[in-house]
Structures are given as C-alpha cells and as structure tokens.
C-alpha cells in the first residue's frame, strides 16, 4: 500500500489505453496524456504497459511506501527523490517499507509518471482504473489522489536493475516550441485555402485554460469556405458550427474562433467543426507542454501518422531497456 | 440533404468519421445509430468502438489490425445492407424532466460569461428573436411543447443529445463564441437545432434557458432508473419536459437529496417510423402552438 502524505497539484491514477467501450454513452477514453513516459515506466518495474500507475502534474505529490517495491519515475522531471536523497530517474528503483517517495515542481515537461511494481490496485471503473475526475470516475474517489489517501498495490514483481536506453528517452523540449504532427479532416473543408496555410504557418500558444479535457490555443483567426456559411440552421449560425458529430480524440476543434485540442479526457462529441487532428504518435508532446508553450503544426498523411504510431509503439517495448549487467 | 453515398473522412491515424447528410432529422439518426448497431454485430476486426450521432457515426479503429482504406470499404457493406428506415418499429420509453425554464441558475452563468468573457444577448431572449417568438414565454411554450428524441449520448458521460419530433416546435441557435468555461449541473439548452441537458456542470457551447433538478446519471445508482446504466438516457428514448417553477425545482431537488424522488417513465409504447411520418405530414408545420 501506499499512503498519500502529499497529493500534489492534480496527481491522478491512471492505466493505459484508458476507458473503453462506454464511448457510445459519452465516455472518454482518459489514460496517461504522455503514454511513451507512462508505458516505459510500466516496462522498468517489470509491470504489464498498461498497468495502473500515477500521473503528475506540475507539482507532484509526496508518498509513503508500507512494503518493498520496485518503482520507476519517467516523463517531466520534478527532482524526485527519497528520504530527501534525490534519486534518478527512467531506471528501476527498490524502495523498502517506510521510504517516503518526494516530487517537487516539474524542471521540464509538464507530467511526471510513477510506475509501481505491481501497480496500482484500485477498483476498476466501467472496465479502467483511469480516473476521469471532472466527472468524478475512476481512481479511488474519482477525483484526483489527496492527502491521507491510501492506494492499495498489487503482488510485487522482483526487483530487476534496468534503465531506459538514454537514446530512446522521450525528447522534451528546451525551448518552449514543439512541431506537432496533424492530419488534415474531419472537416478541412470547412476551412479555405488561406484558413488551412495560417494554421500550418502560425506559431499557436498553449493557454492557461487548459486541462485534461482540452488544450486551448491562442493565435490568428480562422476563415471559412461557403460551406461553412451557407448551410442548413439546424448547424448553427457561426461558421465553426456543425450538427453535433462525434469527436476524435486529438481533434482540433474549432469553437467559435477558439481552437481547442480535445484531449484524454476530452468530449467525445459536440456541434463544432474539427479541421485538424493530432496523430497519436504526437501525444505526447500535448502531455509534455506548459501553458505559454509554443506549437506549430506540420500536416503528415494518414499513412505516415500510422507508421510513426507502429515506430513509436516499438520504442514502448523491453528492447529500449538497457539491463545492469 | 441525405447524401447520395455516405462521405468518409479521417480524423488522425485511428479514427474515421461517416457522414449520411447535413441535416436533422430521423432517417440520418437510423443511420448513424444503424451503422454503429451493425458494426457491432458483424464484429468487424479491428474497429474498437464507435459514436454514432445526429446524421453520422464516428468510428474508432486499430490501425495495425485494419488499414483505413480497407474499413472503409468493409463500412460501405455495412450501410448497404442497413435497409430502409420505413419499417422501423422500435419500443421507445417516454421519460418525463421537470424543468424550471428561465430560471436564476442559468441566468446567473450567463451574467458571468457576460461579465467576464464576452458580452451577448441573454440566451433565451436570443433563441426567442432568432425563431421569430413573441418572448421568452413562448419560447417555453414552444419549447416543451413537443416530444424529443434521443438522437445519441455523448460530449459529457449521459448527455442526450435530442431533436424534437414536433416539427412545430423547431428552433435553432447558434453556438457560444467562445464557450463557456462553465455551466450549471442540469442545465437544460439548446445549439443548432439540438437540445441538450447538462448531466454535471461542464463547459458549454449551447444557449441555456432552464435547469432540471433531476440527475440524468448517477455513479452511485441510487435510483431504480440506474440499475442497467448509469446513465438515465438511452439513444431510441423520448424525453418530454415538464415546466415547473423554482418552488418545486427545490423541493424536486430536495426528495432528490433524500431518495424518495420517483421518475416518471413510461414504457409500454412502440415508435413507428411510418406512422410518425404519416403525422409530420399531416401538419402545417409553419404554425406553432
């Protein structure tokens, strides 16, 4: 078991893929926003990919362990250490009973992720552990970890002396900018020639408004083409407006003039357009931004946006684990 | 319109969107929520899941099982085979919502959109002048003075999405520009030609102008009505508001709180598509009540 001394900013259990299977009755995938940090730190502990573990955000939360673990830190770096030792992270650590687990203020990135041996052990919710806490759903309250909560773990696996192999580290940016892959759809062509050059040409800032549910962009205005404008009432007058359609997760979507990148926990359908949406492979990088973080978008096929999702699932495997020899 | 051949379109690596037309009405519902039944039945290999909605269906797919271009020639065979609509007879529950129209809840979100993001008509004047309706209190009339039908849940977990059946009492309104950060748990409104209840209080695009106190989805299934789902709503239901004032919004909230609230749902009839269009067109639909 671990006791929650500390919860951090918004320290929520989650596993991957998420939620599947309710998203006819409105429910949205959630899971880790940054899955490559997420399923290495699975691998570390010698955990299944998807097992239950903890996402941090900003700030994260300070933990008590109650039995010997292995555990592993992956994602943005929030200085973590035990017992006040700092301690490394994207590498196996055993901790014993009565270590306290500390993170601080992220560095870089913006999630850090906790993997336990074992994992996570809480009741799973409509078929996840993933908590969706805007909806209080899943985890053990269905909001976010708290002080004084005690997470229950599964049976421990050995303890095996790994790390990720440097090179295949997720990249986090050193500058604030991150290019973002995107494919064109569902709805381009609600957008003109200009409209569709502006937003791949145009640097777009992260808000604050953003969370779990979406990200929020600021920069230029959009234009339309006529279907945009000459349509059926039932749509909705503004330009952005279509009869309510379901919605990708990573779709852009366009309410109003506001983009908003829907994300884990995002709405799984709703009546405006979406020109663009983020490719899976480039997720990540969403779960790694901060609020002023800049993005620009470049346009990838289909096809291409599949082949970085197989490369990326490859780097998700045991062979990026380098073993202590 | 309905189109002539559905339109296929991506939504990133893992995701396809089938559109039936680019408006509302019934038949575009049958299809969406038909081509979502049929995949499911067939068991077509490597879709995951899908959202049908208004007039398409989204569908998530794994694309190291299936290609796009493959899926999309296996979904054509899907809408081939899904027929007409005219035969279709389906049970249908008719689930009464007291709702408190142009209440204080909603009233009170709107002032603060307007005062800290973007200054606008208050939302039920706005539908009022947009349809041509003497006032606010026609809108009411209007507005609940039909059966809605339950097109398909989705944006927030149990959130129905609904189209009236009555065409007299038709509206539409455009969406909010920018949306709102918030809004009230229950709140019931309007965007396009859809009406919608908030099942928690969520960001928002659709123009607000009345609450419910009663919950349309409930994790701890408290209610007899929650038993199968947790959500109250299910695609195929009708949904009939019932206009109350804030009195008994309270003391509806109140046997809420308690428990001893009792819905009311009534589920004997069956929904034959026939026979509803045979009364559609039977009516001036220019005239409201």
Not at chain 1, 154 to 172: D, H, R
Request: hydrophobic share 35%; proline share 7%.
């Amino acid at each position: 078991m671990i006791e929650v001394i500390k919860g951090g900013l918004e320290t929520s259990i989650q596993d991957y893929p998420g939620r599947i299977g309710f998203w006819d009755q409105g429910f949205p995938q959630s899971g880790p926003m940054d899955s490559w940090s997420f399923r290495l730190a699975n691998l570390l502990v010698d955990n299944s990919v998807g097992a239950a573990g903890l996402e941090c955000q900003l700030m994260g939360p300070t933990l008590k362990f109650n039995d010997a673990r292995t555990i592993a830190i992956t994602g943005a770096n929030m200085t973590p250490m035990i017992n006040q030792q700092p301690i490394a992270m994207w590498r196996s650590i055993k901790v014993v009973a009565g270590d306290i687990l500390t993170l601080k203020f992220a560095l870089d990135g913006a999630r850090s992720y906790i993997a336990i041996s074992g994992g996570v052990d809480s009741e799973p919710w409509l078929g996840s552990q993933s908590t969706f806490h805007k909806a209080s759903v899943g985890g053990i309250t269905g909001s976010a970890i708290k002080d004084g909560d005690q997470l229950p773990l599964g049976t421990a696996n050995e303890f095996i002396s790994q790390q990720v192999n440097p090179e295949l580290v997720p990249p986090l940016t050193t500058n604030k900018q991150w290019e973002i892959e995107v494919v064109a759809g569902p709805n381009d062509d609600w957008i003109d020639k200009v409209g569709h050059q502006r937003f791949l040409e145009s640097e777009w800032r992260l808000s604050s408004k953003s969370d779990r549910t979406g990200f929020r962009l600021d920069g230029p205005d959009w234009t339309f083409t006529d279907k945009a404008h000459n349509k059926a009432p039932e749509h909705g007058s503004e330009p952005s407006n279509i009869i309510d359609h379901g919605y990708p997760l990573g779709a852009i979507n366009l309410a109003g003039q506001t983009p908003i990148i829907l994300v884990s926990d995002g709405p799984s359908m709703g009546g405006f357009i979406n020109p663009y949406t983020v490719i899976s492979a480039a997720f990540w990088k969403l779960g790694q931004s901060r609020p002023g973080d800049r993005y620009r978008f470049k346009q990838v096929t289909v096809e291409h946006a599949q082949e970085l999702r197989r490369e990326l699932d490859n780097k998700c495997q045991n062979t990026s684990l380098i073993g202590e020899k | 319109m309905i189109y002539p051949q559905a339109k296929f379109s991506p939504g990133g690596d893992r995701y396809i969107l089938i559109e039936f037309g680019n408006e509302m009405n019934l038949e575009l519902n049958f299809l969406g929520q038909g081509l979502g039944k049929a995949v499911k039945i067939s068991g077509l290999k490597g879709v995951i899941e899908t959202a049908p909605a208004f007039a398409s269906t989204l569908v998530h797919y794994d694309p190291d099982v299936i290609r796009y271009q493959d899926l999309v020639l296996e979904l054509k065979r899907l809408i081939k085979g899904l027929g007409s609509i005219d035969d279709i007879e389906l049970p249908s529950r008719l689930i009464y919502i007291p709702c408190c129209y142009l209440d204080r809840w909603t009233a009170e979100c709107i002032d603060d959109y307007r005062e800290k993001i973007c200054d606008k008509t208050p939302d039920a004047k706005m539908v009022a002048q947009l349809n041509g309706l003497s006032g606010t209190d026609e809108l009411v009339r209007v507005h609940s003075g039909t059966e809605y039908w339950v097109a398909s849940l989705g944006f927030w977990p149990g959130l129905p999405f609904m189209m009236p059946l009555d065409p007299r009492s038709r509206l539409t309104a455009p969406k909010y520009n920018p949306p709102r950060t918030w809004t009230p748990k229950g709140a019931v409104g309007m965007g396009g030609a859809s009406t919608a209840i908030y099942p928690v209080a969520t960001p928002g695009g659709y123009q607000i102008f009345g609450r419910t106190p009663v919950p349309i989805w409930d994790t701890k299934q408290s209610f007899p009505e929650f038993e199968q789902s947790i959500c109250l709503f299910r695609p195929g239901d009708r949904v009939k508001f019932v206009p109350i004032d804030e009195k008994e919004f309270v003391d509806i909230e109140q046997r809420v709180a308690d428990g001893s609230y009792v819905y009311n749902v009534v589920d004997y009839q069956k929904f034959s598509v026939s026979q509803y269009q045979k009364w559609v067109n039977s009516l001036d639909i220019n005239k409201r009540f």
